[in-house]
Every structure is written in C-alpha cells, then in structure tokens.
C-alpha cells in the first residue's frame, strides 16, 4: 500500500482508547471490541498508544506498550481479512532517541506503518536538537509529525520548526493538534512554501474538525500560489461515535468538490465543537479528556469501566450531564444503533 496515496484520500483514523476492567487490568475482550467497531465503521487506519491510549502503558507497573500494540494489530488484520482494503497502522512513538528508536523498532515488528512522534520529552531542547531526533527516527520508520497542544504536555513549535522538519525525506503527515488557528497556519504555511506536496496534513484539532476540513490554505511560494488542504483527521474525538464521523468526512469530500458551500455546514461545524467540549472537558482544561472518551464507550458497552491507569483521571464534576445534553442535541453525529446491531459480535 502507498501510505502517500492512502493518507491523501482523506481517512478517519481514531486514536484508541484503552479498556480496563474494575482492578484497571487490561481487558482484552474488549480492547478487540473497540478495534472491530472502528474497522466496521470503515475508518482509514487507527492510531495506537497514543495519548488517548494512556501514555502510562509505558511504565514498568503496566508493561501494556506491547501487548496493546501486538493486540490491536492482531485484530486489525483478522477484521480485514474478511474485507480488505487500504488500511494504515499507526503507533505513538514517546520519548527521547533512546526510548522513541526501540518503540518504532517494536512497531515495525507488528505490522505497523508509520509512527505519530511526540515531542513530550524535549521541551527545554532546542530547535536542532528535536530535529535531529526526528530525523533519527524517520530513519527507522515513517514519521507523521505531531503538533500537540501544552495543555496536555506538547511544546510551541513554531514556522522555523515545520519548515525544516519538512526536509526529513521520510516524514510522510503532520498531524496539528494546538487547538490554536495561529499555530495551524504556522504548519500548514511551512509546508506549502517547502514545495513538499508529498507531506499530508491530518487535523488533530479537534475543536476545530469540520473547519479544519473546509479550508483551503493559499499562500505565496517562489512567486506562485500554492493551496493545500487537511485532508483527513487523527482524532481523540473520532475514537467515539466513529461510524458518524466516517459518514461526516465522506460527506464533507463531497460538499468540497461544490463551488459554494451550505451554510448549514456552519451549524454542524459548531455541533461538532460543543460535543467535542463536552468529550474533552474543556471547562476543566481538558482534565477528563480520557475519561470522557471511555464514558461514551462505556455507555454503548465497548468497554467495562472508564476506569484509567491513573486513578486520578476521572470525569469531571458535570461532565457526564454535558455528554447527555450533547447527545439528545445532535442524535444525526452519534452512532448508538450501530453500536447496538453489532455490540454482541464484537465482543464474541
């Protein structure tokens, strides 16, 4: 599969949760559940051990990194073999050089494509020196660039940076996630003048999603106008109500291929958003992002508990009411029947 080409269709890759049970052990059961749901719903690829996945599967007193790993591939591949189609593998890759090399190393090993590299690990490092570990381990696997808001442990990133990150060969996507217009623009901008049309931009931004979507981004590049679009999305907010926000992305492909645009996209726009405040708790700067996507998975029965490694991590005061008034606001972006018809399968 080219990994260029499939990213560049546009794809809806959720960032997987993790599923404990009552004594925050791994539930296997239906950690595979959560993998078949989101390859029945038709996304493009998903996105393991990623913040969303709990970064605390690294930690010795888990040792979940590689199981969780090696399970959702697994899974992956026995759900395709009934339909196969393109499909792109992706883990999170932590650390500094010394740890992020043996987790692509690992990755490689089962299967997966391409790596979302966290830059965690070097916020007092200077702009040579995350680049030189990028390019380290674009050596060992395909990077997709990772721009992650410091609210929930990335680092400002600015122009100069993405601009020379576009010069790593192996650097295959971005993924912007500052929740900032600015910052976007800074990646977006860095590319298009680069003249790297080769580097898909994905959003990450999900208070943003159908926007970011929309966009066209034109800017001046040695005297020409270059346009590049976001042309799918890596998503905490796509790991829940997943099989509507595959139907969402195919039909914002196709309303992009109009000359003028529904003003009605405005509407869904902004009802994307406020279900989005509510999954991610940010009245509370994000504290129950986690928990908030295992409570929309719990409640359908994906996973047992919203239990997280942390015990720390728990929903917010207000914030399960904020997931009912989302979902009696906009039944058309959940997927709870779908969910239904195929619970008992996907947990067989």
Excluded at 40 to 53: E, I
Excluded at 67 to 87: G, H, M, N, Y
Excluded at 137 to 165: C, H, M, N, T
Excluded at 251 to 274: F, G, N
Aim: hydrophobic share 40%; aromatic share 8%.
């Amino acid at each position: 599969m080219d990994l260029r080409k499939h990213l560049l269709e546009g794809s809806v890759i959720p960032a997987q949760p993790l599923a404990l049970d009552e004594h925050r052990k791994l539930s296997e059961k239906h950690q595979r559940a959560i993998t078949r749901y989101y390859v029945d719903s038709g996304v493009g690829g998903l996105a393991v051990g990623v913040h969303s996945t709990q970064f605390e599967i690294r930690e010795p007193q888990h040792g979940l990194f590689k199981p969780v790993l090696e399970l959702a591939s697994q899974t992956i591949d026995e759900s395709l073999a009934k339909a196969p189609r393109p499909f792109i593998k992706i883990t999170g890759l932590c650390g500094r050089t010394e740890q992020a090399i043996p987790e692509a190393e690992l990755a490689n090993s089962f299967g997966y494509q391409a790596g979302l590299l966290s830059l965690g690990a070097y916020k007092d490092d200077t702009e040579e020196e995350m680049l030189a570990h990028c390019a380290r381990v674009a050596e060992v696997v395909p990077v997709i660039g990772f721009y992650l808001q410091p609210s929930v442990g990335g680092r400002l990133l600015d122009y100069s940076f993405w601009r020379k990150f576009a010069e790593i060969p192996n650097v295959i996507a971005i993924k912007m996630a500052p929740f900032n217009r600015y910052q976007t623009i800074d990646v977006v901008r860095a590319i298009a003048e680069s003249g790297r049309d080769d580097i898909i931009l994905y959003t990450g931004n999900d208070d943003s999603i159908v926007v970011d979507l929309f966009t066209p981004f034109t800017f001046d590049s040695n005297g020409k106008k270059v346009t590049r679009r976001i042309e799918g999305g890596l998503l905490g907010h796509w790991g829940v109500w997943t099989q509507a926000s595959v139907k969402l992305l195919e039909d914002i492909k196709a309303a992009r291929e109009s000359s003028t645009i529904d003003k009605q996209w405005l509407d869904t726009a902004i009802a994307v958003t406020d279900m989005n405040a509510a999954l991610f708790d940010s009245a509370n700067k994000f504290a129950g992002c986690i928990p908030g996507i295992l409570e929309v998975l719990r409640r359908q029965g994906l996973v047992p508990t919203i239990n997280c490694l942390n015990p720390h991590d728990v929903l917010s005061p207000g914030q399960a009411e904020e997931l009912d008034r989302v979902c009696k606001a906009y039944p058309e972006l959940i997927d709870d029947a779908f969910v239904a018809e195929h619970l008992e399968e996907w947990l067989s």
